[in-house]
């Protein structure tokens, strides 16, 4: 007999009274039920928006639950219902199982999901590993019903399902987002400016928080549905009338600095109105005044600091631009992924941190979400990378589970990259910006040539990772800071190199070929020497060795920086 059984009826008034006779479960037993449009005719100028809405929820009267979703004025349009009803499924059980749909279903990207994300859940329970077995069965009969367009895979390596709002929360990510909400609800209230700093690692889900934090500013202005009040979440208090008023009008942005949507900051710049909350994610990559890379954008920047500051202060920086343009901002930050003289100097966002700590505005996340090597991999990486500058030589550490090799030629870690992404998808090659890019002006021109390895840059900057033939490229810094991938290949390129005697790293500025990561900065008078350089590329081979998801494969240039890595990684040889 099957786990469970999916049953699908006509979402109307007379299909679910008849259904409801057809099973004393239908009334009293712990279900999971899909609401969809299922390609319902509506009037044209309504079905775009409407058609494709889907809603996931979970309740133990489903009759009821749905006889209540048909007088809800904003669920007539729907159309179809689908009810999985599992033989041994417990309350914990359908709580998990919605979560994971709505997951699922938004990162599908067809439809628009309904629900609001404050009930996704990842509470554990009694033999859960056998029960998620059962979801991806549901999941293929829903596939078969044409529910689903993608595979798990498709899905889970998509950007829209990394990066949607419908995301079970690690406990710290939870109390931060719980805390800022309070405060934020507290200074609207008293009708007082505040700063935010959100403060965590690579991999620990800022980005997440910035999204779902979004959503959930959103749901609490918009949504009062009755259908939703039972749900067992530490957000439903606040859904309150008050705070729904208090944020009545309120205009809220998401500020991206990453380089394929740098264009949001330039956006808030030039808006005309200003916004009560500003979300900044990755605002260490903020700018201050440098040389930007063309003319234009020097020019833009130095227009916009004139319209938002009545002439053009050299010492005004794109954070003076996010706190001149909103009440309250929340920024989400990590001082060691500056990687270019351009990003707002550490100075300032110590100063950052430091009064939103005074305002009890200060929230620090640790949990490990992206690097399945545990919570000690991205400190591990940033001891090897400090060499016998961190105090003491890093200690050999070892990660069970995690794919983490030292390879002696860079063709075979290529081979096992594709191996990977054959199997994984989402395994790319990065490396640091060593060699020159030969292939901006010429397409034929071979940029990385290490032993029998002819290798190129990056063809795009923007959504490389999901680019046509970057499997067979090489990634910069600036292809995936702020991105995940299931297998990192990581060229340490000769920029960046060992002195054995000394125990130290130092860094090779004619092997570095980044300009911007190398400028010095006339306009305010700030020269960059050694061990700034030093500084940021270390930055740059930290953020690129906490990108794998699965693993990280590693090949270093230099022989005595590649006998230091030998010491720290395992060899490939010997997996």
Not at 452 to 460: K, S
């Amino acid at each position: 007999m099957a786990l469970f059984r999916i049953e699908r009826l006509p979402f109307e008034h007379d299909a679910v009274n008849t259904w409801m006779l057809l099973d004393p479960r239908h009334a009293n037993w712990p279900v999971v039920y899909i609401l969809d449009g299922d390609g319902r005719e509506l009037p044209s100028q309504r079905k775009d928006a409407l058609a494709r809405d889907v809603y996931v929820g979970e309740t133990v009267n489903a009759a009821a639950r749905i006889r209540r979703h048909l007088a809800a004025e904003e669920k007539k349009h729907l159309r179809t219902v689908r009810v999985v009803v599992g033989h041994t499924f417990n309350k914990s059980v359908c709580l998990d199982l919605e979560a994971y749909l709505i997951r699922m279903l938004a990162g599908d990207g067809v439809y628009k999901v309904l629900n609001r994300n404050d009930g996704v859940t990842e509470a554990e329970y009694y033999d859960r590993a056998a029960y998620q077995g059962a979801f991806r069965e549901v999941f293929e009969r829903l596939k078969e019903d044409k529910l689903f367009t993608r595979t798990v895979p498709q899905i889970e390596n998509s950007d829209l399902f990394k990066l949607s709002p419908f995301k079970a929360l690690t406990p710290d990510q939870a109390i931060a987002v719980e805390d800022i909400l309070r405060g934020l609800f507290a200074d609207v209230e008293a009708d007082r400016r505040s700063t935010i700093v959100v403060q965590g690692d690579p991999g620990t889900g800022k980005t997440v928080v910035a999204i779902y934090m979004l959503k959930l500013l959103v749901d609490i202005a918009t949504k009062a549905s009755p259908d939703d009040m039972d749900r067992d979440s530490m957000f439903s208090a606040f859904f309150t009338d008050a705070n729904r008023e208090a944020l009545a009008r309120t205009r809220l942005g998401l500020v991206v600095p990453q380089q394929s949507l740098r264009k949001s900051i330039t956006k808030v710049g030039e808006s005309a109105e200003a916004f009560d909350v500003l979300v900044v994610d990755e605002a260490h990559r903020l700018n201050q005044r440098a040389n930007q890379p063309s003319a234009a954008q020097n020019k833009k920047f130095e227009l916009i600091t004139q319209a938002l500051f009545g002439a053009d202060d050299l010492t005004k920086t794109q954070l003076d631009w996010i706190a001149a343009k909103s009440k309250h901002q929340i920024f989400l930050l990590d001082p060691a992924q500056s990687i270019r003289p351009a990003d707002v100097p550490s100075e300032l966002l110590d100063h950052l941190v430091a009064t939103a700590t005074a305002q009890s505005r200060h929230h620090r996340l640790t949990s490990q979400m992206r690097v399945h090597a545990g919570s000690d991999y991205v400190g591990y990486i940033r001891r090897i990378l400090l060499g016998a500058e961190g105090g003491a030589a890093a200690a050999r550490q070892h990660f069970p589970g995690y794919n983490f090799r030292l390879f002696a030629r860079v063709a075979d870690m290529h081979a096992e990259i594709r191996r990977q992404d054959a199997q994984h998808g989402l395994a790319r090659l990065v490396a640091g910006y060593a060699w020159p890019w030969l292939t901006k002006q010429d397409k034929s021109a071979i940029d990385i040539a290490i032993d029998d390895a002819r290798l190129r840059w990056n063809n795009t900057q923007t959504d490389w990772i999901a680019s046509r033939g970057s499997l067979e490229e090489v990634g910069s810094v600036h292809t995936v800071q702020g991105y995940d991938l299931n297998y990192a290949g990581v060229i340490v390129g000769p920029d960046l190199r060992y002195d054995a005697a000394a125990g130290r790293l130092f860094v090779a500025r004619g092997s570095y070929f980044d300009k911007k990561g190398k400028e010095n900065n006339p306009r305010l008078g700030r020269k960059y020497g050694d061990e700034d350089l030093l500084r940021f590329v270390r930055n740059v081979y930290a953020v690129l060795l906490t990108r794998g998801v699965r693993g990280t494969f590693v090949y270093v240039c230099d022989p005595a920086l590649r006998a230091y890595f030998a010491g720290l990684v395992p060899s490939a040889e010997g997996w």
